[in-house]
C-alpha cells in the first residue's frame, strides 16, 4: 500500500494496525545485530571451541594411559596433560568473564578478560612444547627405565600400583617383558619364592590361569618382537604427538583471533 508517496508497511501489534517506516525498521535491525555480533561474540565462540577440544584432549590422555603412568621415569608427560586440562578449563572460565566484560563495559574487566586471555595462550604453549620436547626423549628414558622397574619392582611389597601396571601393559598389548620373556629370567620376583616357579608373570600367558606362567612356550606366552617396550613407546609417542600439535596448534590461532 502506498501512502504519500512513501512506502508503508502494516504489521499487527496489540490487536491493531500500525505503520512501521522502513528506514526506522532497518536502523533498529542494524543496532541489534551489531549488538550481538560484537568482537567478543564472534570470536569467544571459536575460542570456546578450541578451548573445549584442548580440555578433552587432556582428559582423553589421562584417561587412557593413566594406568601406564606410574611406569614412566618421570612426571613429564602426566603433567603435559594436566596442563591442557587446566587450560581448556581456564577457557570457560575467561569466556564467562569477556561476556560480563563486554555487557558492563568496565575497563577494568576488560583488562583482566585479555590478561586471561594472554595467559592461555602461555600456558597451552607451554603444554605443547613440554610435550613436543619428551616425545624427544621418551625412547632414551624409556629403554632405561621401563626394564629396570620390571626387573626390581614388579610383585614386590609397595609396589602394587607398579605391579599392576605391568600386569595391565602386558595383557592390553599381548607382550611379555620389556624386550622379550626371558628378561624375566633377571627378575627379583621370578628369583624369589613368592613366584612359585613360575618363569615369567601370568599375565604374560595368552590365556591367563593361576601359575600359568611357569611354562615359557610361544603356545603358552606372548613372544613378541622388541616386547613391551616397542609398543608402549609407539602408544605414548603418538599420544605426545597429539597434545603438543593441540596446545601449540590452539595457542596460535587464539594469539592470531584474539
Given at each position: 500500500?502506498y501512502q504519500?508517496?512513501?512506502?508503508?508497511?502494516?504489521i499487527?501489534?496489540?490487536?491493531?494496525?500500525?505503520a512501521?517506516?522502513?528506514?526506522?525498521?532497518a536502523?533498529?535491525t542494524?543496532?541489534?545485530?551489531?549488538?550481538?555480533?560484537t568482537p567478543h561474540s564472534?570470536?569467544?565462540c571459536g575460542?570456546e571451541?578450541a578451548g573445549a577440544?584442548?580440555?578433552?584432549?587432556?582428559t582423553?590422555?589421562?584417561n587412557?594411559?593413566r594406568?601406564?603412568?606410574?611406569?614412566?621415569?618421570?612426571?613429564?608427560f602426566?603433567?603435559s596433560?594436566c596442563i591442557?586440562?587446566?587450560?581448556?578449563?581456564?577457557?570457560?572460565?575467561?569466556?564467562?568473564?569477556?561476556?560480563?566484560a563486554?555487557v558492563r563495559?568496565q575497563?577494568?574487566?576488560?583488562?583482566?578478560y585479555?590478561?586471561?586471555?594472554?595467559l592461555?595462550?602461555?600456558?597451552?604453549?607451554v603444554?605443547?612444547i613440554l610435550?613436543?620436547?619428551?616425545y624427544q626423549r621418551l625412547?632414551?628414558?624409556?629403554?632405561?627405565?621401563?626394564?629396570k622397574?620390571?626387573?626390581e619392582?614388579?610383585g614386590q611389597?609397595g609396589e602394587?600400583s607398579?605391579t599392576?601396571?605391568?600386569?595391565r601393559?602386558?595383557?592390553d598389548?599381548?607382550?611379555c617383558g620389556s624386550?622379550?620373556s626371558?628378561?624375566?629370567?633377571?627378575?627379583?620376583?621370578i628369583l624369589?619364592p613368592?613366584s612359585?616357579n613360575?618363569?615369567?608373570?601370568d599375565?604374560?600367558?595368552?590365556?591367563v590361569?593361576?601359575a600359568?606362567g611357569?611354562r615359557d612356550?610361544?603356545?603358552?606366552?606372548?613372544?613378541?618382537?622388541?616386547?613391551?617396550?616397542?609398543i608402549?613407546e609407539?602408544?605414548?609417542a603418538d599420544h605426545?604427538l597429539i597434545?603438543g600439535a593441540?596446545g601449540?596448534?590452539?595457542a596460535?590461532l587464539?594469539?592470531c583471533?584474539?
Open positions: 500500500m504519500g508517496g512513501r512506502q508503508r508497511f502494516r499487527q501489534l496489540n490487536g491493531g494496525p500500525h512501521v517506516s522502513p528506514t526506522v525498521e536502523a533498529t542494524t543496532a541489534v545485530v551489531a549488538n550481538i555480533r564472534v570470536g569467544g575460542r571451541v577440544g584442548v580440555l578433552l584432549t587432556g582423553w590422555t589421562l587412557e594411559k594406568d601406564y603412568l606410574s611406569l614412566l621415569p618421570s612426571s613429564t602426566a603433567v596433560a591442557l586440562v587446566f587450560a581448556g578449563s581456564l577457557v570457560t572460565i575467561t569466556g564467562f568473564l569477556g561476556c560480563c563486554v563495559e575497563k577494568s574487566a576488560l583488562v583482566a585479555f590478561s586471561s586471555l594472554l592461555i595462550f602461555l600456558i597451552e604453549l603444554a605443547g610435550a613436543c620436547v619428551y625412547s632414551e628414558e624409556l629403554q632405561q627405565h621401563l626394564n622397574t620390571m626387573m619392582n614388579y611389597p602394587g607398579v599392576d601396571s605391568i600386569d601393559l602386558q595383557q598389548f599381548k607382550c624386550n622379550n626371558a628378561d624375566w629370567q633377571y627378575s627379583v620376583y624369589s613368592d612359585g613360575r618363569v615369567v608373570p599375565s604374560c600367558c595368552k590365556t590361569t593361576e600359568c611357569q612356550h610361544p603356545s603358552n606366552v606372548y613372544k613378541v618382537e622388541g616386547g613391551c617396550l616397542a608402549l609407539l602408544v605414548l605426545l597434545m593441540v601449540i596448534g590452539v596460535c587464539q594469539a583471533g584474539t
